[in-house]
Structures are given as structure tokens and as C-alpha cells.
């Protein structure tokens, strides 16, 4: 058994991490998780840190579920791999499509597995293309997203994300991709009613197509609240909007569920809870808990027609696009989700009590607005309540406070200085309270230091 210290030197020594400033790592090492137990992680030295932040937004069923270990255990056994090329299928994956078809949305039926969720958003640029041009519109090309938004981190994905300096390295985006602004009424809104930013934010769409021209923009894709950007909700006014112009002018609407579906709004997916229909739906994370690699990408049955009846071949897919110990464990999860009936908890009871002790934090003194819905929600770090004027960058006030929190046995993400968290859907009220009280406790801390 290695010590910690070991573990970290042989980290550093051997491991580029994703997403991470490799020289503040060298110089402090990595925290080594070892083990996980319902809402709980457990590090190396043995201490306890409530994840509120379900993994990467993915474990809503929470660590150690017997049910999806079984499930697992009996797919490797029984048939560990086989693809799904030319031809060829296996029942997990059969069961997995149908599932899918009864839990989603009734329009969509039809079902594009992938190991992701930036592989569903390859997927979808790639199907959107090929749909128009089988339809005789090639030049239908573009795809509008928006700035600030998160699309993953293959190059398609990359290219879709908007987040600021985020996505630039290594040559990107690609062509043929196009953003506008994010609906982030606390940030960019201010002086404007919700409702009216909420129109002129969705109407960037409407100004975008027009100035593109119609035969060019294939779709629009977005996040219904956009997760890693900082958990932006848009007003009611916008997604409403984002439909009408889709419908308008005959423009592909994707909505990237794979934070928001499965349950983490209190829907089984969000684009219910806004009265969206989209035409192509992007799925990974909760579908399996986080337990396995995963991506779905669902597909209208209009959509699916177009492909089918005259896409001829579409020459994409990956090797794990639907793995069978992936789809297995999917099902398992979707079945345990229905048999705890977790998204009626997460709009019924839990949801609503988090929200209601979450936004008990917005009298601290440096929180300039908490928002959330179901089991996601954020808060806003600001020097000035009066007039929400944000710390000096170089204060790093939410990263302040992510050490605290992490330090202190949370796991909360900050993103500039907006502070955010996505529990596992299983978390108790009396968790809850521990994170609202850990969540304070940091606050006071940072406070206390960007004072000093
Ligand atoms: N879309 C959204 C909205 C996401 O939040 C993420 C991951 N955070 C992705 C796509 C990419 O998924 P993956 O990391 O599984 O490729």
C-alpha cells in the first residue's frame, strides 16, 4: 500500500492530468481519492469529503449501488464486447434504445450510441450535415452555439464550446460553427428585466440566421442550462423564443442534455421542464451514473426518417458506441431511477429543500445572487452586494473558496468566481444541511482572507 506522498510523486512523475495547470500541481500534489460510499468520498489519508459535485455531474445514483455492479458482473461475463458495424447487435444495447425511446421525450425514438458526451456532439454535427445534404441542401452547414457554452473536448466538441480560453489551444474551431451571446442574466444583464434580456438573448438567434442566410445554418445546439459555463439558467422568456425561431425558419434544434438529463432539474429531461421539442438530444454522464462510459445521442423521428430514407449509409460510429457492459448498466440505472422514483424526489421534495436552504447563503456578505434549479445551483461572488462589482481578478475569490470547501470536506466547483454544485440525486436533507453549513463555513473563510 502506498502513502500518500508516494502516490502523489508517482502522479506527478507519470500522469498529465485533463483540465489542470500541471505547475500548481507539481507543486502540491494531487488529492488521491480512494473510495466513494453514497454521497461520500473518502482521499488516501482517510478523510471524508461530501461530493457535491456528483463526480463530474454524472454519479446522481450515488457511489457503491450494488444493483449497477451486478449488472455490470453479469454483461462481462456473459458477453464483455461486441460492435455494433455492419450489421450486428447484442440485446443490452436493443434494451437500452427501447428504454430510452419510453423515458425521452414522445418524438424521440430513435437512438445513436456513442462512449461520450463530446462523441455525441461529433455525432451531431456530423448528422446534421449529412441530414441537410441528403435533403439537397448541402451548403446547410452551419452550426450556431454560444459563447460560454460546454460541448466537451473532442475537436467537434471543442469547436462548439464557447468557454473563454478554454477551447482555443491547439488550433480551434473548426470552421462552420458560429456563437452568440449566453443567456446570463446575473453577469450580463443587469439593468434589463429577465424577461426582456431572456428575448434579446434568444433573438442573437433570429439576427444570426439572418445575416448568415437560412440555406446555410443547419442548427442551433445548447445546453437548456449551461453547466460548466457556471450553471447559467436562462430566463423563462428564452428558451420559448429559441423554439419559435427554430421552428420559423426550419433550423435543427439540439439540446445538449448531458448535464441537465436524467433527472438533475427535477425532469427526467430539461427540455421538458422548458417546453422545448428538440430535433436531436445529447446524453452521457447520469445515464449510467458515472459508473461506465456512455453517450447517447437521441434522434426525432423526422429527423431519423430524412436518415434513413435517404441518408443512405452514415459513415460514422466508434468502437465503443454502445458497449454492451456500458448499455447493461444503463438499463440498470434507468430501472433503478424508476423503481426510486429519483425525479419525482428531485421536483417533489429534495430538489425543492436545496434550493430553499441554498438561497439562505444569499445573505452572506460576499454572495451577490444564489440561483438553482432541482439538485443544480450556483452562487455568485461579488466584493460589493450593493452594486455586484466582482473582486480583481488576481484575488481569485472562487478558487479561494474551492480550496476552503475542499480543504474543509466539500467538493464545490468554482468557475471564475461563481460558485457551483450538482449533488448525486440520492442526497439526504440532513446532507444537504451539512453542505449548505460547509458551503457558509468556506465563504466566511474566503471572505476572512480576501479582507486580510
Ligand atoms: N456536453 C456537456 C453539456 C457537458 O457538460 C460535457 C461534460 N462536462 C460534455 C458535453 C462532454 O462530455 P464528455 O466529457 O463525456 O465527453
Request: hydrophobic share 40%; net charge negative; glycine share 10%.
Amino acid at each position: 500500500q502506498q502513502t500518500t506522498r508516494e502516490w502523489q510523486q508517482l502522479d506527478a512523475s507519470h500522469h498529465l492530468h485533463p483540465f489542470t495547470d500541471f505547475q500548481a500541481l507539481n507543486k502540491k500534489g494531487s488529492r488521491i481519492i480512494t473510495k466513494a460510499s453514497g454521497v461520500y468520498l473518502e482521499d488516501s489519508d482517510g478523510k471524508r469529503i461530501l461530493d457535491g459535485m456528483a463526480g463530474l455531474w454524472c454519479v446522481n445514483m450515488g457511489y457503491g449501488r450494488q444493483e449497477l455492479v451486478d449488472a455490470a458482473t453479469r454483461q462481462m461475463q456473459q458477453l464483455p464486447y461486441y460492435n455494433l458495424f455492419f450489421q450486428t447487435a447484442h440485446p443490452p444495447v436493443i434494451e437500452l434504445a427501447t428504454l430510452l425511446a419510453e423515458v425521452t421525450p414522445s418524438h424521440l425514438n430513435h437512438v445513436f450510441f456513442t462512449g461520450s458526451g463530446s462523441e455525441c456532439n461529433d455525432t451531431v454535427l456530423r448528422m446534421v450535415r449529412h441530414y441537410w445534404a441528403s435533403k439537397g441542401q448541402p451548403d446547410k452547414q452551419v452550426i450556431i452555439s454560444r459563447h460560454n457554452a460546454y460541448h466537451g473536448s473532442t475537436v467537434a466538441g471543442a469547436s462548439l464550446g464557447g468557454m473563454k480560453g478554454m477551447h482555443a489551444q491547439g488550433g480551434l474551431p473548426i470552421p462552420g460553427i458560429v456563437h452568440i451571446d449566453q443567456p446570463y442574466h446575473f453577469g450580463e444583464g443587469q439593468g434589463m428585466s429577465a424577461h426582456e434580456f431572456g428575448l434579446e438573448r434568444a433573438r442573437q438567434l433570429e439576427q444570426k440566421i439572418l445575416e448568415l442566410g437560412v440555406d446555410k445554418v443547419a442548427a442551433f445546439i445548447g445546453e437548456p442550462i449551461q453547466g460548466a459555463g457556471g450553471v447559467i439558467i436562462p430566463p423563462d422568456s428564452y428558451w420559448p423564443e429559441i423554439q419559435r425561431i427554430c421552428d420559423h425558419y426550419g433550423i435543427l434544434l439540439i439540446a445538449d442534455e448531458v448535464i441537465c438529463g436524467f433527472g438533475r432539474t427535477g425532469h427526467w429531461f430539461a427540455s421538458e421542464g422548458f417546453g422545448i421539442k428538440p430535433d436531436l438530444m445529447c446524453l452521457a454522464k447520469g445515464i449510467t451514473s458515472g459508473y461506465l462510459p456512455l453517450g447517447a445521442v437521441m434522434v426525432s423521428d423526422r429527423v431519423a426518417k430524412g436518415l434513413v430514407e435517404e441518408g443512405g449509409e452514415f459513415n460514422h460510429g466508434f468502437t465503443y458506441s454502445g458497449h454492451p457492459v456500458s448499455c447493461a448498466v444503463a438499463v440498470a440505472n434507468i430501472q433503478l431511477m424508476q423503481k426510486e422514483s429519483i425525479v419525482k424526489r428531485v421536483h417533489d421534495t429534495i430538489g425543492p429543500y436545496l434550493q430553499r436552504r441554498w438561497a439562505e447563503l444569499a445573505d452572506h456578505p460576499l454572495v451577490g445572487e444564489t440561483r438553482g434549479l432541482g439538485l443544480v445551483a450556483a452562487l455568485e461572488i461579488v466584493q460589493d452586494k450593493q452594486t455586484n462589482r466582482r473582486f480583481p481578478a488576481q484575488a481569485n475569490a472562487g478558487m479561494t473558496c474551492r480550496e476552503f470547501c475542499f480543504n474543509n470536506g466539500l467538493v464545490m466547483r468554482a468557475v471564475g468566481d461563481t460558485m457551483i454544485i450538482s449533488p448525486p440525486l440520492v442526497i439526504t436533507e440532513e446532507q444537504v444541511d451539512e453542505l449548505v453549513d460547509l458551503a457558509r463555513r468556506s465563504l466566511d473563510l474566503t471572505a476572512e482572507k480576501l479582507k486580510g
